[in-house]
C-alpha cells in the first residue's frame, strides 16, 4: 500500500472555532483536525488533510494569522468573479477561508433568502475546485457536506473525465440535514454553468438542486448516523429523494460524528464555575447553584434539590422545541404532576414563533421556565455543567452532538428515538442499566411519558447518579469516526 498520505480536501460551509452556527461547524472544526492526526504503525501520517470554508465576515480578520495564496476567478454567466484564498491553520491542519463578492456581500452564514444563498455557496464550492487547480494539490478525496458543497461534487461528476486534474479524484458526499435540498439552487446553478441532471432516477423536481445533485454525482454518501442512513430510505425521513436513494443504497454508509473531547472536558473547561471529574463528581452540584443563581431559578425546594432541565438548541421544528414546550405544559396542568418540583432552562434561537412561544412560557410560569433566547457558547458549558437533564425532543435528528456533550458532562439526556440520538442514548427501560430516557415518537404524550420516567429516577439519588456516571464514559470521540472515514477513502481509492 501506498506510503503517500491520502489527500482530502473537506469543504464546508462553518467550522469552529471560525464560525460555528449548529453542529456542522463542530463537526467540520473536529473531524479534518482528527483525521490529521491519524498515523500508521511506523507513526508516519496517513492524511493530508485541507479544510476549506468560506471567509465569513462574522470571521475575526485579527485573530488568525492569515496568508493570501491566491487570487482567481470562477466562470459565471455575467463574468468571472474574483476570488481569493487566505491560508491559516488549525491544530497544524491547513485552512482557506475563501472570500470574494458572493461571500462577503452577506451579513450571515445562512439567511432567509435561498437565491442568494445559493449564489454565494455554488460560487464557494467551485471556487474550491479552482483553488486546489491553482495550487496544483490534486486531492484523492473532495469530502464535501450537505447542500451548500454539493455543487462541487456534481462538478466532478459531469466533468472529470474530461478534466486531467481531477481525473482521480474520488467523491464523498456528508449528509448532515437532508431536507435542506439547497432551493432556489436552479438558476445559480445555471449561471454556473452546471445544467440539470438527466438522470430518470432523480425526480424531476429535483434534478437542478445542489442537495440532489451531489447525491447522484457523489462516489460514496456518508449520513452522520447509522440510523438515519437507514431512515432516509423511508418516505418519513426521505425528503422525496427516497426512491432514488434506495438506488445508492450500496454506496450509502452511516458513520457516527464524535465530539471534540479537548474541547468538551468537565475537567478543564474554563467556563464551568468547578470543573469535576467522574472521581470527584460531587464537585458538579455547584454548577448548578451557580446557574440557578445566575438565572434566578430557586436552589431548593422544601430542602430537596430540584430537578433542573434544559435545551440547547436551534429553534427550529426539527428540534421539537413545541413538543417541548407542550410537553412541560402538560406537566404543569396536569393533577398527577403538578406538585412535582422542576425547573427548565430553555437557551436558543431561531424561528421567530418558537422563541415566541419559549417566552410566553416563561412568562406564564416564571417559576419553571428561563427562555435564553441567543447563542451563547459559554452559558451553553455551564448548562451542560449544571443542569440535570437535557430534553432533545427532534423530529429527526442525522447525529446530534448535544446530547453526546451533555453525557459527557452528566446531563443525562432525555430524547426521541430517532438518527443518532438512538446509536448514542442507551435506554433499557426499568433496568439500571442506561444513560438516557429514550421515547419512541415526537408528541407530547410520548415525551410526558419520558418526563414522568426521569423525574422519577431522579426522586432515586443514587440511581440517578449511577445514569449520569455511565453517560460520562461513554466513549464519543472522533478517533473511532476518524478510522472510519479514513477505511472508506482507501475503499474509494482501491
Ligand atoms: P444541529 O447541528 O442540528 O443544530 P447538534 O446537536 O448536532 O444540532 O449541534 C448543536 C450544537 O450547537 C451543539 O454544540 C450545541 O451546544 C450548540 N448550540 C445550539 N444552540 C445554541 C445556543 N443557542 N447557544 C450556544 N450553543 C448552541
Same mark, same amino acid.
Given at each position: 500500500?501506498?506510503?503517500?498520505?491520502?489527500?482530502?480536501?473537506?469543504?464546508?460551509?462553518?467550522?469552529?472555532?471560525?464560525?460555528?452556527?449548529?453542529?456542522? $461547524?463542530?463537526?467540520?472544526?473536529?473531524?479534518?483536525?482528527?483525521?490529521?492526526?491519524?498515523?500508521?504503525?511506523?507513526?508516519?501520517?496517513?492524511?493530508?488533510?485541507?479544510?476549506?470554508?468560506?471567509?465569513?465576515?462574522?470571521?475575526?480578520?485579527?485573530?488568525?494569522?492569515?496568508?493570501?495564496?491566491?487570487?482567481?476567478?470562477?466562470?459565471?454567466?455575467?463574468?468571472?468573479?474574483?476570488?481569493?484564498?487566505?491560508?491559516?491553520?488549525? $491544530?497544524?491542519?491547513?485552512?482557506?477561508?475563501?472570500?470574494?463578492?458572493?461571500? %462577503?456581500?452577506?451579513?450571515?452564514?445562512?439567511?432567509?433568502?435561498?437565491?442568494?444563498?445559493?449564489?454565494?455557496?455554488?460560487?464557494?464550492?467551485?471556487?474550491?475546485?479552482?483553488?486546489?487547480?491553482?495550487?496544483?494539490?490534486?486531492?484523492?478525496?473532495?469530502?464535501?457536506?450537505?447542500?451548500?458543497?454539493?455543487?462541487?461534487?456534481?462538478?466532478?461528476?459531469?466533468?472529470?473525465?474530461?478534466?486531467?486534474?481531477?481525473?482521480?479524484?474520488?467523491?464523498?458526499?456528508?449528509?448532515?440535514?437532508?431536507?435542506?435540498?439547497?432551493?432556489?439552487?436552479?438558476?445559480?446553478?445555471?449561471?454556473?454553468?452546471?445544467?440539470?441532471?438527466?438522470?430518470?432516477?432523480?425526480?424531476?423536481?429535483?434534478?437542478?438542486?445542489?442537495?440532489?445533485?451531489?447525491?447522484?454525482?457523489?462516489?460514496?454518501?456518508?449520513?452522520?448516523?447509522?440510523?438515519?442512513?437507514?431512515?432516509?430510505?423511508?418516505?418519513?425521513?426521505?425528503?422525496?429523494?427516497?426512491?432514488?436513494?434506495?438506488?445508492?443504497? *450500496?454506496?450509502?454508509?452511516?458513520?457516527?460524528?464524535?465530539?471534540?473531547?479537548?474541547?468538551?472536558?468537565?475537567?478543564?473547561?474554563?467556563?464551568?464555575?468547578?470543573?469535576?471529574?467522574?472521581?470527584?463528581?460531587?464537585?458538579?452540584?455547584?454548577?448548578?447553584?451557580?446557574?440557578?443563581?445566575?438565572?434566578?431559578?430557586?436552589?431548593?425546594?422544601?430542602?430537596?434539590?430540584?430537578?433542573?432541565?434544559?435545551?440547547?438548541?436551534?429553534?427550529?421544528?426539527?428540534?421539537?422545541?413545541?413538543?417541548?414546550?407542550?410537553?412541560? *405544559?402538560?406537566?404543569?396542568?396536569?393533577?398527577? %404532576?403538578?406538585?412535582?418540583?422542576?425547573?427548565?432552562?430553555?437557551?436558543? %434561537?431561531?424561528?421567530? *414563533?418558537?422563541?415566541?412561544?419559549?417566552?410566553?412560557? *416563561?412568562?406564564?410560569?416564571?417559576?419553571?421556565?428561563?427562555?435564553?433566547?441567543?447563542?451563547?457558547?459559554?452559558?451553553?458549558?455551564?448548562?451542560?455543567? $449544571?443542569?440535570?437533564?437535557?430534553?432533545?425532543?427532534?423530529?429527526?435528528?442525522?447525529?446530534?452532538?448535544?446530547?453526546?456533550?451533555?453525557?459527557?458532562?452528566?446531563?443525562?439526556?432525555?430524547?426521541?428515538?430517532?438518527? $443518532?440520538?438512538?446509536?448514542?442514548?442507551?435506554?433499557?427501560?426499568?433496568?439500571?442499566?442506561?444513560?438516557?430516557?429514550?421515547?419512541?415518537?415526537?408528541?407530547?404524550?410520548?415525551?410526558?411519558?419520558?418526563?414522568?420516567?426521569?423525574?422519577?429516577?431522579?426522586?432515586?439519588?443514587?440511581?440517578?447518579?449511577?445514569?449520569?456516571?455511565?453517560?460520562?464514559?461513554?466513549?464519543?470521540?472522533?478517533?473511532?469516526?476518524?478510522?472510519?472515514?479514513?477505511?472508506?477513502?482507501?475503499?474509494?481509492?482501491?
Amino acid at each position: 500500500m501506498s506510503k503517500t498520505p491520502t489527500r482530502v480536501f473537506f469543504l464546508a460551509s462553518e467550522a469552529d472555532p471560525f464560525v460555528k452556527v449548529g453542529g456542522l $461547524g463542530d463537526v467540520a472544526g473536529s473531524l479534518p483536525r482528527a483525521l490529521n492526526r491519524l498515523v500508521d504503525d511506523n507513526s508516519l501520517k496517513q492524511v493530508d488533510i485541507r479544510l476549506a470554508i468560506p471567509f465569513h465576515n462574522s470571521i475575526s480578520q485579527t485573530r488568525y494569522s492569515l496568508k493570501k495564496v491566491a487570487s482567481f476567478s470562477v466562470p459565471h454567466a455575467s463574468g468571472p468573479l474574483a476570488a481569493e484564498a487566505y491560508l491559516t491553520s488549525l $491544530g497544524g491542519m491547513p485552512v482557506y477561508l475563501i472570500a470574494g463578492a458572493p461571500i %462577503t456581500s452577506a451579513n450571515s452564514v445562512y439567511s432567509s433568502d435561498w437565491g442568494f444563498d445559493a449564489h454565494k455557496y455554488i460560487f464557494f464550492s467551485l471556487a474550491c475546485l479552482e483553488l486546489a487547480r491553482h495550487l496544483n494539490w490534486a486531492p484523492d478525496i473532495l469530502h464535501a457536506n450537505d447542500w451548500h458543497t454539493a455543487a462541487a461534487v456534481y462538478q466532478l461528476y459531469l466533468n472529470r473525465g474530461a478534466d486531467p486534474f481531477f481525473a482521480k479524484t474520488a467523491t464523498i458526499l456528508g449528509i448532515h440535514n437532508l431536507p435542506y435540498l439547497g432551493t432556489a439552487g436552479s438558476i445559480p446553478l445555471g449561471a454556473f454553468g452546471l445544467p440539470p441532471a438527466a438522470d430518470p432516477r432523480l425526480p424531476d423536481w429535483a434534478r437542478h438542486l445542489p442537495l440532489p445533485l451531489g447525491l447522484l454525482g457523489a462516489d460514496q454518501l456518508v449520513p452522520v448516523s447509522p440510523t438515519y442512513a437507514d431512515e432516509i430510505l423511508t418516505p418519513e425521513f426521505g425528503s422525496g429523494l427516497e426512491g432514488f436513494l434506495l438506488t445508492r443504497k *450500496e454506496t450509502i454508509t452511516g458513520i457516527l460524528n464524535g465530539i471534540d473531547l479537548e474541547q468538551w472536558n468537565p475537567v478543564s473547561d474554563l467556563y464551568l464555575p468547578t470543573n469535576f471529574t467522574l472521581g470527584e463528581f460531587e464537585l458538579r452540584k455547584a454548577n448548578k447553584i451557580a446557574l440557578q443563581h445566575e438565572l434566578g431559578l430557586a436552589v431548593n425546594h422544601q430542602g430537596l434539590p430540584i430537578p433542573l432541565l434544559a435545551m440547547i438548541t436551534r429553534m427550529d421544528y426539527q428540534k421539537g422545541v413545541d413538543i417541548a414546550l407542550a410537553g412541560l *405544559e402538560q406537566l404543569v396542568r396536569d393533577s398527577r %404532576t403538578n406538585k412535582i418540583p422542576w425547573q427548565a432552562i430553555i437557551l436558543g %434561537t431561531g424561528l421567530p *414563533e418558537l422563541e415566541e412561544a419559549t417566552r410566553d412560557f *416563561e412568562l406564564r410560569h416564571p417559576d419553571r421556565l428561563r427562555a435564553v433566547l441567543r447563542f451563547d457558547a459559554p452559558l451553553s458549558h455551564r448548562i451542560y455543567g $449544571g443542569a440535570d437533564a437535557l430534553l432533545m425532543p427532534s423530529r429527526y435528528e442525522p447525529c446530534g452532538l448535544a446530547q453526546m456533550i451533555a453525557m459527557r458532562y452528566g446531563c443525562v439526556p432525555v430524547a426521541c428515538a430517532t438518527g $443518532g440520538l438512538r446509536d448514542t442514548i442507551i435506554d433499557p427501560g426499568d433496568e439500571a442499566a442506561g444513560t438516557g430516557f429514550l421515547f419512541s415518537l415526537p408528541s407530547q404524550e410520548s415525551m410526558v411519558n419520558a418526563l414522568r420516567r426521569t423525574l422519577q429516577a431522579y426522586s432515586s439519588p443514587e440511581r440517578w447518579q449511577a445514569i449520569q456516571l455511565r453517560g460520562m464514559q461513554q466513549d464519543y470521540s472522533w478517533e473511532k469516526s476518524a478510522h472510519q472515514y479514513f477505511e472508506l477513502y482507501r475503499s474509494l481509492l482501491n
